[in-house]
C-alpha cells in the first residue's frame, strides 16, 4: 500500500516510487561554506525517514555541524568516521558496525565527526585512502535505504572519499553572486573525479536561500539557470528563518516546521531526486 508523506500531506506519495531494494546514496557538497549544505542533508534525512526508509547521515566535516545537530558533541566523540580511516586496512561490518549511533529520530541514524577528522585532510590520497567511505558503506548497504552524506567545504580526502561511494550529487548553491564561483569549483572536482572513473556522476544543483524581494536572489537565480542549465533543480529552496530555528532545536525541520515554505520545497526535491535516481537506472 502507498504511504504518503507525514510532513506533505497526501500530494507527496514518495512511496509509490518503485526504488528496488537497493541503498541510495548521495553526497551533498560544495566547496563553499555556509551555503546549507547540513540543512539540505538534516532536511532530505527527515523526509526520508518520514517517508518510511531506514536512513544513515554520514558526518564528513570536521566542524561537525550535523553531529551537533543531533547532538553529538565532535569534541569528546570517541567512535566516529575517523575510526573508520584508522582502521581502513582492516575493515570489517562490526568496525562498521560500532561507529553507527541512533538518534532520537525513528529510522534515522548517524555516523558523526569528530574533531580528529581534521588532520585527515593534511593526509595524501593514496594507499586506498580515497574508498574508505565507500567500502565502509557496502558491509553496512543492507541495514539502510538511504545514505545521505554531509560534507566540509573544501576539497580533499573527505570530500573525494564521499564522491566516490555515492551515486547522485547534490549542490546546494545560495541565489547569490559570489556562490557561482564556488558552483565552478565543486563542479571542476566532479569533472576531475569522472574523468577518473570514466563517467560523470549524475548531479542536481539545488538553488538554496532565495528572496524573492531581493533583486540581487532573482538576477542570481536566473544566471545560475543560464548558464547551468538542465543541470539546475526547476524548484529552489526559499530563505525560511524556521530552518535556523529546526537546527537549533536539534530537530529535522520537516518534524519541527512541516507546513515552513522551506520544507515543502525540499519534500518536492525530495521527490525530484527519487524519481531522477529512477529515470537514470
Ligand atoms: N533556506 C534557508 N533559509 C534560511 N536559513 C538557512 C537556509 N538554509 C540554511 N540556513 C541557515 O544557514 C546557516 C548555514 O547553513 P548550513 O550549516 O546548512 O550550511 P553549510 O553549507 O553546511 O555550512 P558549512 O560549510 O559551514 O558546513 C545555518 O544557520 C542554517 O540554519
Ligand atoms: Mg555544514
Not at 540543512?39 to 553531529?67: F, K
Not at 561507529?99 to 594507499?127: N, W, Y
Not at 542570481?220 to 537549533?248: C, F, H, M
Request: glycine share 6%.
Amino acid at each position: 500500500m502507498a504511504r504518503f508523506c507525514l510532513s506533505c500531506g497526501s500530494n507527496f506519495p514518495v512511496d509509490t516510487i518503485d526504488l528496488g531494494s537497493t541503498v541510495r546514496i548521495w553526497t551533498v557538497a560544495n566547496q563553499k561554506g555556509g551555503v546549507g549544505k547540513t540543512t539540505t542533508a538534516v532536511t532530505l534525512a527527515g523526509l526520508a525517514a518520514d517517508a518510511g526508509r531506514r536512513v544513515l547521515l554520514l558526518d564528513l566535516d570536521p566542524h561537525g555541524s550535523l553531529t551537533a545537530y543531533f547532538r553529538h558533541n565532535p569534541d569528546t566523540l570517541d567512535a566516529s568516521v575517523f575510526s573508520l580511516f584508522e582502521n581502513r586496512k582492516q575493515l570489517n561490518d562490526m568496525i562498521v558496525g560500532q561507529v553507527i549511533m541512533p538518534t532520537k529520530f525513528e529510522r534515522i541514524h548517524v555516523i558523526p565527526a569528530s574533531v580528529s577528522l581534521a588532520t585527515l585532510e593534511r593526509q595524501a590520497i593514496g594507499d586506498g585512502m580515497g574508498l574508505v567511505i565507500s567500502k565502509a558503506l557496502q558491509m553496512v548497504a543492507a541495514d539502510f535505504d538511504q545514505v545521505i552524506i554531509d560534507c566540509p567545504p573544501q576539497l580533499g580526502v573527505l570530500l573525494v572519499n564521499a564522491l566516490a561511494a555515492c551515486e547522485h550529487l547534490i549542490i546546494p548553491v545560495q541565489t547569490e553572486f559570489l556562490a557561482i564561483k564556488g558552483l565552478d569549483r565543486i563542479l571542476n572536482t566532479l569533472a576531475m573525479l569522472s574523468r577518473s572513473q570514466k563517467k560523470l556522476m549524475p548531479h542536481t544543483i539545488v538553488p538554496v536561500m532565495y528572496d524573492r524581494r531581493t533583486q540581487a536572489s532573482v538576477t542570481s537565480l536566473r544566471t545560475i539557470r543560464n548558464q547551468y542549465g538542465e543541470r539546475v533543480w526547476a524548484g529552489k529552496i526559499p530563505i525560511d528563518t524556521r530552518l535556523r530555528d529546526a537546527s537549533k532545536a536539534g530537530v529535522p525541520a520537516n518534524q519541527f516546521a512541516s507546513d515552513s515554505r522551506a520544507v515543502l520545497a525540499y519534500a518536492s526535491l525530495y521527490k525530484f531526486l527519487l524519481q531522477d535516481m529512477v529515470r537514470v537506472a
